[in-house]
């Protein structure tokens, strides 16, 4: 359904954030966008967190590089505070942010909730719109409109671990897990091989 | 289903009678009376020329009659005649004859009076009295000391006990039962009446303290026909039940040339003692009466009257191929022929000859029946003889055509012995009118097609397989169903037993007593004949001269076979299941009891079992086939009308078989028609539950209402059952209607069965289900139509799906019902459009059409009683069994799948929402649509736009694919949101249909 268009690289560690087992209940990851391909000029990036039935789910949107800060934000239903924008899947929400096309735009993004039993997943759309604030630009899935869809399923357990997966329809979309995440997935990792290990005898 | 009426003459109880005080000895009786002696004319005038009054011993002591009288008067009168008896000791067992007066006709008895009377008694009714004295008697009832026995006859004012005997006639006298032995000082009970036959004194004694004694039965042809040289023979036998049959003589007619030869006694009682009468080649030409008397180890005698004829040895006028021709008759029809061949058969009424040789010309039959009426005498099989008689063509009652044979004999002459013909080889098919008459054999295996006149005619209808009603396949007047009417009329022999009665023992009768439609037989070799058959008309026949091979090519089932559902109905006639009896008493044992049709309530209407005997033997075989076909619901037709009297009797035999109460009654619906037979239901209360009222179509159109009962699966499924019984075929109307046979093969009252077929349709069955709420209905019943006939029709056209064409024709022919050699169904499964695809199978327990009518639970009409309680020929008809499968029409997925609900974001471009939801099957099996994605609590002001429908206020999408075992089955939603709310909602994830 969703189409993947990564490169190697890329695929390697999407693939990696989708089968993690070892998220906190809060996951966090670094999003990169290439907008090179986008031709000059300014426009926008907009991002939204999709409303759903389940536990309240909550993304913060943070360290926003390669913005265009003289522009204000448009959109509704979120918060900033400390340079963080906080956006709230019970609430109907849209930020609509200025940027200027041709070079790398970056930000953390930390999603979190509680635990959820009847597989709600709640989807952090990052989509892109030319200067009349209409148009799509990049390669978007035309359903959603989105470059990227970071899909949030919480823990199934209270006190277990959610999971972010991350579709990429542009070309142009980098995710990084942030440093925390990295260590925790090498410790599960180990933990994995020991306990494979101990099963051999 | 025979119903046998014996009418009683109620007048006599009506009258008032008054019964004589009776006193002395209760010994001797009054055993006959007669008093029509020499009365009328031509036909019906008395034979005998003296009335009489005989009496009997029935004591075990002796009487002395002397200074005894037997008195008279008539039937109202006052004053008695006596006749004085002569002063004889009457033995236990004895008779003694009183003659009285003459008449003008008659001859006199040849058995001798022991006393001549004078009085002129009257024919029809009057009182006779045995008085230990001779002073004549005085009043209507007399009575006194002196009357020892008094018997009033006819319309007597006076008689013994509740009245008198029946009345009598010139060919009727009134005798005491059992040869006399009888007395309960009832007239009406002790007496019977029968042709008068007078006892005397030198009469054989008949103790009443011994069982009678059966008499010799001596079988003997009346005449031996011989050409003058020829010396011949003639077989005779005589038989006792219980006694051994040791002598023969020639008692009367002795003469030279003719004597008796090779007499084998019997050699137990019971056995038969056989010799040869035979007539030396010296006799002149002339007649020798003559009579054979056999005697047994008990005394007894029996004579057979015989004539030997000699006649001049008459020269061969034709060939038997030149008396047959080629022609469809024969030219020499009405002339008297002389032919000459070798006997190849003795059947009951003739013998069969064949000319060795024949003419070369397979058109012309080398052989002919001989016509003697009864078993010829002086031939035997082997023998070349020469026949004189009448060539005759012989048109049986009902037939199309004739066969040629020659009546009217006046000499058979073996010539010679020890010849023999070989049989033709034929196949079914072949023109059998080019070898009637002729020594046939079949070279293929035929199946046995018609078993029903096994036991009272000896015949079983044979064809190549099973022979299909035409319209049971084609509709009706259709071309095929014309041919294959045709092919089947010219497919068939019957294959006969040589004997034109009911057949002491049942023939070809095989392993479990039975010989079913279906099976096979081989080893065919015999006599083509032709002539009546059972059930009416006429046929080629085959009289068998080897024993033929049956193979149980079709064996009995225990039970119905189909696949399991979660619901069984059964359709079953239960052939005129009646708890009150023809006899006119009911099986809580009332005497007066009457069955119903319309407002006239008369035991001649009670169709089914004729006494309480019958009826638990038709009991047991119905309860028996019901218990193995162990269904949830069973629709019952030909059940007594009497509310729920009848069905409850069943109901209760059923559970007291089953050991528990298993089966309840659907409660009778408001008409239950005007016939004497209703369509009930039964059903199993822990498997069904009924879902509103039962109904019911009382129009004047059907005298046996259908019946409808919506019941509920333990599921909460509801389906509808109808129970039918349409009009039958048979009782043609009278003149030319609609309803007259219109030789289409679907019989009489075709059209008055369309109109109920319209009826149920159009008006009852929308009844039924505007009642119930729900589309699934079940026709069931005896539509009296086979498969394609007009009146199915009419319910395939409107949708109805016919299970057995669906699940049995694919297998084979469906049938439930033979009728004239010729298999169809009238038993019917059909299943509206919505319950069709819920049904799982249809099957026929085929364990009464093909079974012999003789082995049923009638006791009349059969040489050998073979019945069992088995449930083998419990009816005429199959019952029809339907699987159903009754399933909600969705059903949630949520056991099965994993849904996952994706968050619903706004799209800048079109303003609107989309969202979606993915189903994982975790089933393990794969699940198949149309699947229904249904989003309960979507938030108000909300809509689902690309929503297929809504289901209970909700929006739903429909998805009709097939989802493997793993799959995922993603359904993208598209809202419209104008109030910008917050968007929420719950899915839900069915199979099937809203």
């Known amino acids: 359904m969703f189409n993947l268009i990564l490169s190697a690289r890329r695929a390697a560690l999407a693939l990696a954030l989708t089968v993690s087992s070892g998220l906190a209940a809060a996951g966090a990851i670094h999003v990169n966008l290439d907008t090179s391909a986008f031709g000059g000029g300014n426009g926008y990036l907009d991002m939204q967190l999709g409303m759903s039935g389940g536990p309240v789910v909550t993304a913060q949107v943070s360290n926003l590089s390669g913005f265009d800060t003289s522009s204000l934000a448009d959109g509704w239903g979120y918060t900033l505070a400390n340079g963080t924008y906080t956006l709230r899947s019970d609430v109907l929400n849209d930020l609509f942010h200025a940027v200027p096309f041709g070079a790398m735009l970056g930000f953390d993004l930390t999603l979190s909730s509680d635990a959820d039993v009847d597989g709600h997943v709640t989807n952090f759309l990052v989509s892109a719109f030319d200067s009349s604030g209409v148009h799509p630009v990049g390669v978007f899935d035309p359903f959603n409109l989105s470059l990227a869809n970071i899909a949030w399923t919480p823990a199934a357990v209270q006190g277990g671990d959610g999971s972010i997966a991350v579709t990429a329809t542009d070309p142009g979309v980098a995710t990084v897990p942030e440093p925390g995440v990295w260590l925790l997935m090498a410790a599960g990792a180990l933990g994995m091989a020991l306990t494979r290990r101990r099963r051999v005898h | ?994």
């Not at chain 2, 049971?472 to 045709?486: F, I, K, M, T």
């Not at chain 2, 019958?614 to 162990?630: M, Y």
């Not at chain 2, 089966?663 to 209360?685: E, H, L, Q």
Request: aromatic letters at 6%.
């Open chain 2, 1 to 994: 289903m025979k119903t046998h009426i014996r009418m009683t003459v109620l007048a006599a109880l009506l009258a008032g009678i008054a019964a004589p005080a009776l006193a002395v000895s209760d010994t001797v009786v009054i055993s006959q009376v007669y008093g029509a002696g020499g009365n009328g004319s031509g036909d019906t005038a008395a034979k005998l020329k003296n009335d009489y009054i005989e009496l009997f011993n029935r004591g075990s002591t002796s009487v002395s009659l002397a200074g005894w009288s037997v008195q008279y008067a008539s039937s109202t009168g006052t004053s008695w005649q006596v006749t004085p008896l002569t002063a004889v000791v009457l033995e236990p067992g004895q008779y003694y004859l009183v003659q009285e007066a003459a008449g003008a006709g008659g001859t006199p008895s040849a058995v001798t009076a022991d006393k001549a009377g004078s009085i002129a008694m009257a024919a029809a009714s009057g009182k006779v009295a045995l008085v230990s004295g001779t002073t004549a008697l005085s009043g209507a009832t007399p009575g006194g000391p002196t009357l020892v026995d008094f018997v009033g006859y006819g319309s007597a004012n006076a008689s013994e006990g509740a009245g008198p005997t029946p009345a009598l006639g010139n060919l009727l006298s009134a005798y005491r039962n059992n040869d006399g032995c009888d007395d309960t000082d009832s007239n009406t009970a002790d007496f019977s009446t029968a042709i008068p036959a007078p006892r005397n004194t030198l009469t054989e004694k008949r103790l009443c303290s011994a069982a009678p004694q059966k008499p010799i039965v001596a079988t003997c042809p009346t005449m031996l026909a011989l050409a003058q040289g020829y010396a011949g023979r003639a077989a005779l036998s005589a038989t006792d039940q219980d006694g051994i049959v040791n002598g023969a003589v020639i008692s009367t007619g002795a003469t030279a040339g003719i004597a008796l030869a090779d007499f084998t006694p019997a050699a137990a009682e019971g056995g038969a003692a056989t010799v040869n009468l035979t007539a030396s080649n010296s006799l002149a030409v002339g007649s020798y009466p003559l009579s054979v008397q056999f005697s047994n180890n008990q005394g007894q005698t029996a004579s057979c009257p015989l004539t030997v004829k000699i006649s001049g040895l008459a020269a061969v006028t034709k060939s038997i191929p030149e008396i047959q021709g080629a022609g469809a008759t024969s030219v020499y029809a009405n002339t008297v022929q002389t032919t000459e061949g070798v006997v190849t058969l003795k059947v009951g009424t003739g013998f069969f000859i064949q000319d060795a040789n024949g003419d070369g010309n397979p058109a012309t039959s080398d052989g002919i029946f001989i016509y003697t009426a009864s078993a010829p005498a002086n031939v035997q099989v082997g023998d070349l003889a020469r026949v004189t008689g009448t060539v005759t063509e012989y048109t049986p009652t009902g037939a199309s055509r004739s066969y040629t044979e020659i009546k009217d004999v006046t000499a058979v002459a073996p010539m010679s012995s020890g010849h023999a013909v070989t049989p033709i080889n034929i196949v079914l098919g072949d023109d059998l009118s080019r070898v009637e008459g002729m020594l046939v054999n079949f070279v293929q295996p035929l199946t046995v097609n018609q078993v029903e006149f096994l036991g009272e005619r000896g015949e079983v209808t044979l064809a190549n397989g099973r022979l299909e009603v035409p319209t049971n396949r084609y509709p009706a007047r259709s071309p095929e169903a014309v041919a294959l009417a045709a092919s089947n009329a010219a497919g068939t022999i019957v294959l006969d037993d040589g004997i034109f009665t009911t057949p002491a023992t049942i023939p070809y009768i095989g392993a479990d007593n039975t010989l079913r439609a279906g099976d096979t037989v081989t080893s065919l070799t015999g006599v083509i004949d032709y002539g009546a058959i059972g059930g009416g008309g006429a046929a080629f026949k085959l009289q068998p001269t080897a024993a033929p091979v049956f193979s149980r090519t079709n064996p009995r089932e225990d039970a119905p076979a189909l696949p399991a559902g979660n619901v069984k109905v059964a359709s079953a006639n239960v052939l005129n299941f009646f708890t009150t009896f023809a006899n006119g008493s009911d099986v809580e044992g009332r005497t007066g009891q009457g069955c119903k049709i319309g407002g006239t309530t008369s035991a001649s209407n009670c169709r089914g079992a004729n006494n309480m005997t019958e009826f638990i033997r038709q009991r047991d075989k119905i309860v028996g086939e019901l218990k193995a076909i162990d269904a949830d619901v069973v629709g019952l037709m030909e059940i007594q009308n009497n509310g729920d009297y009848t069905v409850n009797y069943l109901t209760n035999a059923l559970n007291a078989a089953i050991g528990a109460p298993v089966y309840a009654v659907v409660p009778a619906p408001a008409s239950t028609g005007t016939d004497a037979i209703r369509v009930a239901m039964i059903y199993k209360p822990a498997r069904l539950s009924l879902a509103g009222a039962s109904m019911s179509d009382g129009d004047a159109l059907n005298n046996r209402a259908p019946f409808a009962q919506t019941f509920a699966a333990a599921n909460g499924e509801k389906f509808s059952l109808v129970v039918n019984h349409l009009k039958s075929k048979g009782s043609c109307p009278s003149g030319a209607s609609p309803d007259t046979d219109q030789n289409d093969s679907q019989g009489c009252w075709n059209a008055t069965r369309i109109q109920q077929a319209q009826r149920l349709i159009n008006t009852f069955v929308p009844q039924v289900v505007a009642a119930s709420g729900d589309p699934d209905v079940l026709l069931i019943g005896d539509m009296n139509s086979y498969g394609m006939e007009d009146p199915i029709a009419v319910m395939t056209g409107a949708g109805y799906v016919n299970q057995l064409e669906r699940y049995i024709r694919p297998r084979g022919m469906p049938y439930s019902f033979i009728f004239n050699s010729n298999s169809g169904y009238l038993d019917h499964a059909l299943a509206s459009a919505s319950l069709s695809p819920q049904v799982a199978g249809a099957a026929e327990w085929h364990n009464n059409a093909d079974e012999p009518t003789v082995i049923d639970y009638n006791l009349e009409s059969k040489p050998q009683d073979l019945y069992t309680a088995q449930p083998y020929r419990a009816s005429d008809h199959d019952p029809v069994v339907i699987s159903l499968n009754l399933q909600p029409k969705y059903v949630d997925l949520a056991g099965s799948v994993k849904l996952t609900q994706y968050s619903t974001t706004w799209n800048r471009v079109t303003g609107k929402y989309v969202s979606s939801v993915s189903m994982s099957n975790t089933s393990g099996a794969a699940l198949t649509g149309p699947f229904q994605l249904k989003l309960n609590s979507l938030t108000a002001g909300v809509t689902l736009d690309n929503a297929s429908g809504t289901h209970g206020g909700a929006p739903y999408v429909t998805v009709d694919t097939t989802l493997a075992p793993g799959a995922v089955l993603n359904i993208p939603l598209t809202f419209s949101n104008p109030n910008k709310a917050v968007i929420s909602y719950t899915p839900k994830f069915y199979q099937g249909t809203f």
